[in-house]
Structures are given as structure tokens and as C-alpha cells.
């Protein structure tokens, strides 16, 4: 039995990010860390996209940024100015080599490609468990998602983001490289929430990903023959397909952190990582990830780690609307960017505005709507 100071089940973003933190910090040289996972990142799996200020922690990683994003529905659509802003994409498998790279020059650092089949904190310690050996560590980061824990309760509904995308490329110049495709609610929303989201590489080439928020996944066929079509209908007659890629990201306000005990924390999509009313994960990573490194420097009970804040509770309303109503995403989001501030409102997402500032965001969207789930909530 090997042991261990720190044991990561699983290397997803949050793992990674938050060892790559433990390395740029030079204060755990001496401890002794251990990355277990059965998916070695040898592939270019998918694509993180963000907004964020020039110059940031990955800007070496940054394949393509855009400062002008577009946000359409049937009625009309709008080109938003991101500054300070700009939207920035990395590659999977890009982030994975850099990482890896890293923690390949540390001689405190391990990665064994194993599965984790289950863990357990015991005489203040953490035994974990492959299907070949048996580890002990002081201290254990868990990034296995386990839907059960979510589906088992219904107090936090559990809504996803899923999608298909294409990277194609097309004989005809239709798509204009400075400008990425936000949200294009153009399609049909069939009782969803359902949108096209475009990233153009240049005239020619492009990723276009059908998009919902919802509960259910759809067969492969349906997300594909949407993308056929929304190619159509930009005046594509001729293209190839370069890469495919699929994802599903769980949306959810349950509170994971609750699970953590003093040894054992939750991160990444199983601790709450993900922002929950958009699905997006790499921003939120890293900066939780800093703040988790920083947190293990000062204390040794990560039940301490986590609180609840305003941003949560916007987010568990804007679910607990969609999770009823899922239909209504188009006219609450269409709503919002009609006439709001882009920068105001990237930022608000960002979790980093004032109670003021939020109002400005908030009071643009369909207000009964939320009334009503806060009415909703308070009595549940």
C-alpha cells in the first residue's frame, strides 16, 4: 500500500488547474501527490471557451479570442462589444500537454493511469482504491461526477448543457472570423431551451455546436440533422466535416460542498464547480482552483472551504424557471442582451458585480418570471 499527502481521483480541468496552482505556489515541493485516472489525456477531447481580460493565467494555451460576439434570436440580432473583454478558446488537448508537461519536471508528482473505484476517509486519513492497488493519503481531491447524489433529491433541480458540434470547413465564405456566435436562438426551440453557438476560424472554416439547456439528451441524429440545417440555412451548399465533438455538462445549484468532510473535498463539476446557470467551467476552475491552493496553505478542514453567496441563489432561481419552464430560456436571455451593457453583463456572470450593478442585469430580464420562482423558493 503506497502513501500519499495528496491523492487526486480523476485529472479533469479542476484537478489539473488546481495542481498546476500547487507548482506555481513552490509551497508543496515536499509533499508527495498522486493523479489517478483512467483517460490518460492523450486526445483533444473538447474545447473550453471564456471571456476574459488580455493577458491571463492560459494565455499561451489561447488558440483563438474574439472581441466582437453576436447574440440572435427570430427577431433580431445584435453585435456585442466585449471590452474589457474578449473571448478566448483553448483546445483540449493543448491544456493537457502544457499541464503535463509541468508536472512531468516535479519529482513529487505521480500520474498512474488507473480507475478509481471508490474511496474512503477513515482514522483521519483517505483510503482510495483502483482495480489493481490499494493507496492512503492525507488528503483526497474527488472529481468523479456522481449524478445519483443530484437525482436522488428534488430540492435542486439538475438541468444540463449538451451538445454536438462540427468543425467544418465550407467552399463558400460565409462566416466572418472576427465574430463568434454567442447564442443564435434562431432555431426552433421545441419546447426547450435550444440555441446554435458558432466559433469562425475564418471565412471558411468554422465549429458550430446545436446547444440546449434542458433535462433530456436527444438521439445523435437530431442534434446533427439541426446543424445540417442551420448550414443550409447560412448559404452552405459544399463542406467537409474536420472534427466532431460532444459534450454534457451538468447545471445544478445542489450544494456538493456539503459532501466534503474534513479530508475529502469535491472539486470541478462534483463539487459545484461548474457556473450552474450557464454551464460554463474553465473561468470558475481556475479561479476556484487559486482560491482552493490558497485555502490549503492557511487551513486543514475542507468542510471550511466552500460558502453559499448572492450568485448561487440567482443561479438556483433562473433553474428552478427553466426546470418548469424550459422553454422560456430564449425570452429571458433575449431579454437580457436586447439593450443590457455586454461588458456588465459578462461580467455579472463572472459572479464579480455589486448588488447595484446586479439589478441593472437582473431588472432586464422577465420579471415575473423570477418573481414567481423566488416566491416559490421561500415557501419550498
Not at 2 to 9: L, V
Not at 264 to 278: D, H, L
Request: with cysteine; glycine share 4%.
Amino acid at each position: 500500500m503506497r502513501k500519499y499527502d495528496y491523492i487526486f481521483a480523476g485529472t479533469g480541468l479542476a484537478a489539473l488547474m488546481t495542481v498546476y496552482e500547487m507548482i506555481l505556489s513552490k509551497k508543496f515541493t515536499s509533499k508527495k501527490i498522486l493523479l489517478l485516472d483512467s483517460d490518460a489525456k492523450k486526445t483533444n477531447d473538447r474545447t473550453w471557451c471564456f471571456w476574459e481580460k488580455p493577458n491571463g493565467t492560459y494565455e499561451n494555451l489561447v488558440s483563438k479570442k474574439w472581441n466582437t460576439a453576436i447574440f440572435s434570436n427570430e427577431i433580431y440580432s445584435r453585435d456585442l462589444d466585449l471590452n474589457p473583454y474578449q473571448y478566448k478558446m483553448i483546445q483540449g488537448l493543448d491544456f493537457y500537454n502544457f499541464i503535463f508537461e509541468v508536472i512531468s519536471k516535479q519529482e513529487n508528482i505521480e500520474f498512474s493511469n488507473q480507475k478509481v473505484i471508490s474511496f474512503q476517509e477513515e482514522n483521519n486519513q483517505v483510503s482510495v482504491k483502483t482495480e489493481t492497488e490499494h493507496f492512503t493519503c492525507q488528503k483526497l481531491f474527488n472529481s468523479i461526477f456522481n449524478p445519483k447524489e443530484v437525482l436522488s433529491q428534488d430540492k435542486y433541480p439538475l438541468l444540463q448543457q449538451h451538445f454536438i458540434g462540427w468543425k467544418i470547413k465550407s467552399a463558400e465564405s460565409v462566416f466572418t472570423a472576427e465574430k463568434a456566435t454567442f447564442m443564435d436562438f434562431s432555431v426552433a426551440q421545441k419546447g426547450n431551451t435550444r440555441f446554435m453557438y458558432v466559433l469562425p476560424f475564418s471565412e471558411t472554416e468554422a465549429l458550430l455546436e446545436y446547444t440546449l439547456f434542458s433535462k433530456d439528451l436527444l438521439s445523435e441524429k437530431e442534434y446533427e440533422d439541426e446543424i445540417k440545417n442551420y448550414i443550409e440555412k447560412l448559404g452552405i451548399k459544399n463542406y467537409e466535416i474536420i472534427e466532431k465533438e460532444k459534450g454534457n455538462i451538468p447545471m445544478t445549484s445542489y450544494p456538493f460542498w456539503n459532501k466534503n468532510s474534513k479530508n475529502i473535498i469535491n472539486i470541478g463539476s462534483a463539487g459545484g464547480w461548474t457556473k450552474a446557470s450557464t454551464g460554463y467551467t474553465f473561468k470558475n476552475a481556475s479561479k476556484k482552483s487559486k482560491a482552493l491552493v490558497s485555502f490549503l496553505l492557511q487551513e486543514n478542514d475542507f468542510r471550511k472551504f466552500y460558502k453559499r453567496d448572492k450568485f448561487w441563489f440567482y443561479d438556483l432561481l433562473l433553474l428552478d424557471i427553466l426546470d418548469k419552464k424550459n422553454h422560456v430560456g430564449s425570452s429571458i436571455f433575449s431579454a437580457m442582451f436586447k439593450k443590457g451593457n455586454p461588458s456588465l453583463i459578462f461580467k455579472f456572470l463572472d459572479e464579480e458585480t455589486t448588488f447595484y450593478e446586479d439589478t441593472q442585469v437582473i431588472l432586464k430580464c422577465p420579471t415575473g418570471l423570477f418573481l414567481k420562482a423566488l416566491f416559490d423558493r421561500i415557501i419550498r
